[in-house]
């Protein structure tokens, strides 16, 4: 089955900085890549998705990347507040199911 | 709101004792997926079911089981509680044949004492 990492696994931030979270797939069908943000003790949401028919696509302060070739793609949050503190999920999808990458607790000091 | 209704909320349970966490897909998902969150850690896929059939499996324990019921509700059993099942329990539902991601409950948190 499809293979997703992520990095890193814990970023702090100074508010107001940007953050950065990376994540690899291994198999080249997967087509849909979703992010979710999961805030302490509650259910991932839903924040941005990329399908692979597209290179880049941005929502507000969040952003996500996508490179085929290389089969990794990228979560970007700039001016970052305190209330993007979560855990942060990639995912990627093969055949309408999804695999998730490990999560990133992302941190933003004051 | 998500439309994805789990209950109950919260459940402390015994050692050796045997639960049910339901849960209702938002309207019109035909897939339920069941995953578990421990402290800290990443979502472990349980088990996926899709229109009443079993789709897919992932690392569910012997000790648990699931089903998807003909009004598409689901239930995961758990059975043979063991201190270290005490976890969240997520339901998600989907559309299968559309890429729109998974929408998920607010989840069962499970404590066993």
């Known amino acids: 089955g499809e293979n997703v990492e992520q990095h890193p696994s814990t970023l702090s931030v100074q508010e107001g900085d940007s953050a950065v979270i990376k994540c690899t797939y291994s198999?080249?069908?997967?087509?849909?890549f979703p992010w979710y943000k999961q805030e302490l003790g509650k259910r991932p949401q839903l924040i941005i998705d990329i399908r692979s028919n597209v290179g880049e696509k941005k929502d507000q302060r969040i952003a996500v990347t996508l490179n085929k070739t290389a089969k990794h793609f990228s979560l970007h949050i700039t001016e970052t507040q305190p209330e993007d503190s979560a855990v942060y999920f990639c995912a990627a999808s093969i055949n309408y199911k999804l695999s998730f990458g490990a999560g990133t607790t992302v941190t933003v000091r004051a | 709101d998500s439309g994805v209704t789990q209950t109950p909320k919260h459940l402390i349970t015994a050692t050796g004792q045997r639960v049910t966490l339901r849960c209702s897909p938002r309207?019109?998902?035909?897939?339920v997926y069941w995953y578990q969150q421990s402290l800290d850690q990443g979502l472990q896929f349980l088990i996926q079911?899709?229109?009443?059939?079993?789709?897919a499996k992932g690392n569910i324990l012997e000790r648990f089981s699931a089903q998807q019921f003909p009004d598409l509700h689901s239930e995961l059993n758990l059975s043979s509680l063991e201190l270290g099942d005490s976890a969240l329990y997520f339901c998600?539902?989907?559309?299968?044949?559309?890429?729109?991601?998974?929408?998920f409950g607010s989840g069962t948190r499970l404590t066993v004492v």
């Open positions: 309207s019109g998902d035909l897939s």
């Open positions: 998600a539902s989907s559309v299968e044949d559309r890429n729109y991601g998974y929408t």
């Open positions: 079911y899709y229109n009443g059939e079993e789709r």
């Open positions: 198999d080249s069908a997967s087509n849909y």
